[in-house]
């Protein structure tokens, strides 16, 4: 072969070369960049918003405080807002909660650790779109008139747990040596059996039932399912703190959970095929009902005293 035709053969193959790698590279940037253009956008989104917050509007021309001292008791206040409206249970609960954090900041304590059901964790831009502007300006003022007050037992912030409706009597608490809590006792609170969802009902298909307590306590149940739940124990408040299920023992917190009851204070009846739990209340029933405390505000009550009430033998002072 002629020497010339050999290098026209041995560019061309060069040339070919040449085109694939420069295809291999376009296509390999392409492969890298293309995915990280295209989640730009999301990435701001979600990315936390540290420097601002806006009103929600359109444009978003207001800009907000990202992060204020009370900013996560106002968030919350927004989410209770269906039970307390009034200045003073406002206040009451605005009080609570900053007591709580503070109790649950000294114990080392969690979420999780409290069981506490019913509360969700918006941010402040969350609350500002779903509930308004000017509801969160308004609990935001309400919450400046109680700034930095805590409810407190012998000087020391208390455990201030509260819930949405009480069964008609708060629960009392006892400590993990099963002492009562001096401040958490049982206190009447009739007027929550005027609130909407003071009772509530669940059912269940027996075969559900059965389904759902032998996955929870790993043992097979007796044929007939009235000797599955038996031997229930009530508080005198009402609430279930233990029962047999089967052969074994079971806690009331731990049926409430498994079945997604709204508060601990239920029984049950079965009747054509299904069991039919009926619930009292809301929440974990314990500290102030926020039911309740609006009532009371409603009659007239200051928060120091709807305080006094719930949370008996304490005083609220600037902690």
Request: negative net charge; charged residues 25%.
């Amino acid at each position: 072969m002629p020497i010339s035709q050999a290098l026209t053969q041995k560019n061309k193959k060069c040339e070919n070369m040449n085109r694939y790698l420069s295809f291999f590279l376009i296509f390999a940037i392409a492969f890298v960049l293309l995915p990280y253009i295209a989640t730009v956008e999301t990435r701001r989104e979600t990315s936390p918003a540290f420097a601002q917050i806006t009103d929600g509007s359109e444009n978003g021309s207001e800009v907000l405080p990202a992060v204020g001292k009370d900013d996560e008791i106002i968030c919350r206040l927004c989410t209770l807002s269906d039970y307390i409206k009034s200045d003073e249970s406002i206040k009451a609960a605005a009080v609570a909660l900053r007591t709580k954090a503070l109790y649950d900041k000294n114990n080392r304590l969690s979420a999780e650790d409290n069981g506490v059901y019913g509360l969700a964790e918006p941010t402040k831009s969350d609350c500002i779109r779903i509930y308004g502007k000017d509801t969160v300006e308004k609990i935001e003022k309400i919450v400046e008139a109680c700034d930095g007050l805590i409810v407190t037992y012998n000087g020391a912030p208390i455990d201030a747990q509260m819930h949405m409706i009480s069964s008609g009597m708060t629960e009392s608490i006892g400590d993990a040596e099963g002492e009562q809590i001096p401040y958490l006792k049982s206190v009447a609170s009739d007027a929550d059996k005027n609130a909407g969802g003071y009772i509530t009902e669940r059912k269940f298909s027996v075969s559900d039932v059965r389904n759902i307590l032998e996955k929870e306590f790993g043992k097979p149940l007796p044929d007939t399912e009235n000797e599955w739940i038996t031997e229930i124990k009530r508080t005198k408040a009402g609430a279930v703190i233990g029962a047999k299920v089967g052969e074994n023992s079971a806690d009331g917190e731990t049926l409430r959970r498994i079945f997604g009851l709204r508060s601990p204070n239920f029984s049950y009846r079965i009747k054509n095929g299904e069991f039919i739990f009926t619930v009292k209340g809301y929440g974990n029933l314990a500290g102030m009902s926020l039911y309740g405390a609006e009532a009371m505000a409603k009659e007239g009550m200051t928060f120091e005293q709807i305080l006094a009430y719930y949370y008996s033998g304490t005083e609220t002072e600037y902690g």
